[in-house]
């Protein structure tokens, strides 16, 4: 293949490591997805954890001081 000649087709088949080459690909884009998504997910539970501490504490204040 020179460079006036181009075939997606030839482009996609990689030279016969499609599927390595494609499920390479699919990983990473997966890993870096999952890279951002579950410290989101991760952030949303430690602050919900921490307000329900919060209020606890409150309450267990309250409680003492007989409020």
């Known amino acids: 293949m020179n460079g006036s000649e181009f075939s997606w087709s030839e482009f996609f088949d990689m030279g016969g490591y499609a599927f390595f080459v494609w499920w390479s690909y699919g990983i990473f884009f997966a890993v870096i997805i999952a890279n951002i998504i579950w410290p989101l997910t991760q952030r949303k539970q430690v602050?919900?954890?921490?307000?329900?501490?919060?209020?606890?504490?409150?309450?267990?204040?309250?409680q003492e001081t007989g409020e």
Request: proline residues 0%.
């Open 47 to 62: 602050i919900r954890r921490v307000k329900r501490a919060i209020k606890r504490e409150a309450m267990q204040k309250s």
